[in-house]
DNA sequence: CTCTCCATGTAACTGGTTACATGATTGG
DNA sequence: CCAATCATGTAACCAGTTACATGGAGAG
């Protein structure tokens, strides 16, 4: 009581944990796990982040705690969300999201490419076009999973297989626009070559 | 001289600021209007946090800074890239740039939707949708202008086309995978109301 | 008289990263 | 013996946002 837990009302790592402890209860170390598989295409956490929220929700309120003892391996914390969470949870969902904020180093470099040969920028594309491609080949085989499941399983894990499907829209676009951009580049290196 | 500022190496405020003072010599103020011009799709800054860096920026020696006084107008204070400062930015050039990172509260929040009902998410989408066409719109109307460029122009600033292209490919695969999510949740509240 | 443009900043805070720290168990 | 996995955190720092602050000129 008493200490308003400052509302920002957009922090949503926050309300990234609680997506995820309205699923399932989990120790921090769990939760980040559950993280990388199934967000981490759009929003990572760090652990030490992630402990620190943890903290700072289970302070204000929002979850709940309980300690749980292991033979053999250090005991955890298993989070579970409150119902004062599931409240914080309901009010965001009903909430407008911010529009997606992109800070891409890559286009800033692009933009102001002419400081160095076309050779430069050509690497960093490509090397970048290497980790597109892996990821939409990681996207892909996640979607073959998801489509040869039950329809009962289908229906069930539809909307998260609806983000599945943005990150590799999402991909395709980048690498359609590497395609021109390397091809305008290669023209750039044989001009100034020749 | 002696103290030695901390080198991150990726912190690309720094760096976008070199891009613009490398083509031309700005104030603060006016370069603030040439981000939301011209970087403003994958780069933004704000005021505050403009001055600050350009402050921290001068000294470190990385720009010049000379005042121009006016009349009719407040003072302004005219910066310019230094010799350290070109290095800065051509060894940023040189290196390799973290990948991007996505931190899309929207996808959190389908990803757990089913807390709410699809009508609420459905909402979400249709005003993400259209923010995201105003946005396709006004790159769409700076690619006519920049295909009416003679073919000289058109040379001069065929970097710049390219990161307009990323935005323009962007946003069509965002506005292709927000019909895949509506329709899904169009046939859901059928089901739900039926 | 109010609003927008010009032009500059400071201070407090939140969100995220990097570095540092500990320690047992299991597999190669 | 070494590395990875399990499991937790603290402290310092960097990056970005929000709130606060000032003040003249010109347009409606």
Redesign the interface.
């Known amino acids: 009581m008493g200490r308003r837990p400052s509302e920002t009302l ?1 922090m ?1 790592l926050k ?2 944990i ?3 402890l ?2 399932e209860d989990s120790s921090g170390y769990d939760l980040l796990k559950r993280f990388k598989e ?2 981490g ?4 956490a760090s652990h030490q982040q992630l402990y620190k929220q943890l903290g700072q929700m289970h302070d204000a309120g929002l979850i709940d705690c309980q300690l749980a003892e292991q033979s053999g391996k250090p005991d955890k914390k298993i989070y579970s969300i409150s119902p004062a969470g ?1 409240q914080c ?2 009010d ?3 909430s ?21 040969a076309p050779e ?1 920028l050509l690497a ?1 594309i490509q ?2 076009r290497e ?1 597109h491609e892996k990821t939409l080949m990681l996207l892909q085989t996640m979607e073959q999973n998801y489509l040869s499941l039950s329809a009962q399983a289908k229906e069930k894990y ?3 297989y ?2 599945l ?2 990150g590799i ?2 991909e ?3 690498l ?2 590497a395609d ?2 390397e091809s ?1 580049l290669q023209i ?1 290196t044989k001009k100034n070559g020749a």
Chains 1, 2 share one sequence.
Request: zero cysteines; aromatic letters at 14%; hydrophobic letters at 45%.
């Open positions: 957009f949503s309300h990234a609680l997506v995820l309205e699923q199934h967000l295409f759009f929003r990572q599931y949870l309901i965001w969902m009903n407008q999201s911010k529009p997606q904020k992109v800070n891409d180093s890559l286009l800033v470099k692009l933009y102001g490419g002419h400081v160095v430069i960093e090397h970048s980790q539809a909307l998260p609806l983000t499907r943005r829209l999402g395709q676009a980048w359609s626009w021109e951009v305008y750039l």
